[in-house]
Structure formats: C-alpha cells, structure tokens
C-alpha cells in the first residue's frame, strides 16, 4: 500500500526556529502540485522543490482543524483552465521562494476543457507546526469556491436550520391588540415550542383555511415570542384555521442567520437585513447616478422603463386583495 504524508522540510523546520528566536513569523505565500516526475514516492524532509511543478498559485482556505488545534487544514484549488497531468505531489512555499512543507498524494488526473470535460480540482493539505504562532499563511479568499460536496452540505445544513410545524390557529382567545401598529385588530399568541424570538416566522395557510382567513382579515405580518406565533386579525375569525410554520434565522439579534454567514448588528429582537453578495439574498444601495431617480419613499425610476410595463398603486392593490382579501 502506498504511503502518504505531509511533512515540514528541514528548512522549514530551520526557518520556524529561527522566527521563534527572533519572535517572527515565516509567510507561507503560496502552494504549488506537481506530476512526481512521472511517478509515486515519498518525499522528505531533505526536498527543497517539487519533482516536476506543474502549477502554482495561491492558498484559497485555511482553519484550524476542528480535532487538533496542532494541525492546519489548507484550502489549493487549481482552476478549470489549468490541467493535462496527474497530480502526485504539493508543497507550500514561503516568501523567500522556500518550500516549507510538502506532501505526497494519490495519483489525482487534472483534465482540462480540450480533454472533453472542464473542472476545478480541490486539494487539502493536514499540516501540523510544532509553533503555530510563528507560521502565517496568507490567503487569497475571492478564489474559494465550493465543491459540490460542499454545496450539498450546506444545503442539508440549511434545510436542518428550518423548523416547521402544522398548526392549529382556533378561533378563541383573540384579544384586543396590545401591539400600537395593530391598533384596532385582534390579538392572538398560538403555541409552538420550538418558537424564540430571534425566529422569523413564515406562515402558510391552508386550504379551505384561506377563505376564513380573509374573511377575517388575517394580517400577513407575524411575530415570534418565545415558545408561540403572533397574529393578527381585523376580526375574529369565524372557524379555526390550519396552517404550516417555518422557522427562520435572520440576522435578528447582531448572530448570524441560520448558524453562518454576515449581516448587520441591531438590537434584540430587531430585523437587520443583510448586505446581498454574489451568494446570498440582502439588501443592495443604489448609488444613484444618470438615468436613476429615487423618491424619499424608496422608489426607483428611470426614462428607460416604459410606462406600461410597471404595475400601478391599482394593480398592486388589486393584487394584495386578491390574495389576503380587502
């Protein structure tokens, strides 16, 4: 059976001692594959380069490992344009050019477009370092990408992040609203234990629940308190009504939504939304600009839009009627 390693050379090793002497640190800059020369083997400490380097570029990840806080977890990614050899080995180099770590891996095939199929390869690298405080490793974030092994874990974990559950919203036990913007409506806190108020409620009502619903004027806004889902409602409803909660996390409280990610601070039980990336659904600044008009009440407009293709305050109404009633 093949042996694999990862191994810091003797001079990295020389190199980390003398930072640790002159209370420095050695810049780990970049990371660099090779084919081994045609062939497996184990490297060693004496290397100072690859075999044969095929490719280098920068580190696009690295943490420390969840199980060892002894050993580095590092991110290589070879672009899809990069390829047409196999992948036997890797090495990190510093800012001097030294090669301070290096690892032998499984034969590994890097294809490229005009071999009929375009991919990015993700390698990992397990480093440990004696002195962790010593070793900087620098990071060029904007090329990270995610594999689909990737993609498909964070899924599941978002997917895991929602709790819903089928309600019954009965017709007793509305009382006036003590909420001032819901003044005049009715009032009616309907348990669920899993509720917080860090939660941000999507609520579903089901059929033939939605004709009570409008009838009674039930608002589309609702809140969680802990361990129950607010309503409100012009009147009281008639029949109990059925319906399907699911539970958010958006940035709420200044934590991150849904167990990861950015957004805004806030005070508890505030709903800051967060900035839109490339990845994820927020919020976006108009920085105006010739052609865009922006009224103090948020609406944007420009000579470029026709006229006959923008919903009007009627159209709208008409809409939000159709669906929540008058």
Aim: net charge negative; hydrophobic share 35%.
């Amino acid at each position: 059976m093949a042996e694999y390693k990862t191994m810091v050379t003797d001079i990295g090793i020389k190199k980390i001692a003398d930072a640790t002497l002159n209370g420095a640190k050695v810049d780990i800059t970049e990371a660099a594959v090779g084919d081994g020369g045609g062939q497996a083997y184990v490297p060693t400490t004496a290397q100072k380069k690859l075999k044969r380097e095929t490719w280098r570029g920068p580190i696009v990840y690295k943490q420390i490992n969840e199980q060892d806080e002894n050993i580095i977890d590092i991110k290589i990614m070879l672009p899809s344009d990069v390829g047409g050899f196999t992948v036997r080995e890797a090495g990190l180099f510093d800012d001097s050019g030294d090669m301070i770590v290096v690892c032998n891996i499984p034969p590994t095939e890097k294809v490229i477009a005009k071999s009929g199929v375009a991919n990015s390869l993700t390698l990992y690298m397990h480093v440990i370092f004696s002195d962790m405080e010593t070793v900087e490793i620098k990071v060029e974030p904007t090329l990270d990408v995610m594999t689909r092994d990737e993609v498909e874990e964070a899924l599941s974990n978002f997917a895991n992040s929602i709790i819903t559950e089928n309600m019954v919203i009965p017709h007793t036990g509305w009382i006036n609203s003590t909420d001032p913007t819901h003044s005049g409506e009715y009032q009616r806190d309907v348990p669920m234990e899993q509720a917080l108020l860090k939660h941000f409620p999507c609520v579903h009502i089901l059929e033939p629940s939605r004709e009570i619903a409008r009838a009674a004027g039930l608002s589309s806004e609702n809140d969680a308190v802990d361990h129950a889902i607010r309503f409100w409602a012009k009147r009281v409803p008639s029949e109990d009504m059925t319906a399907n909660v699911a539970l958010l996390f958006p940035q709420r409280d200044g934590s991150a939504s849904g167990g990861g990610g950015e957004g805004g601070g806030g005070t508890p039980g505030e709903y800051v939304l967060p900035v839109a990336t490339d990845t994820r659904l927020g919020g976006v600044k108009v920085g105006g600009g010739r052609g865009i008009n922006i009224t103090p009440d948020g609406t944007l407009s420009t000579p470029a839009m026709l006229n006959e293709n923008i919903a009007t305050d009627e159209d709208a109404k008409s809409l939000i009627n159709e669906i929540f009633g008058e």
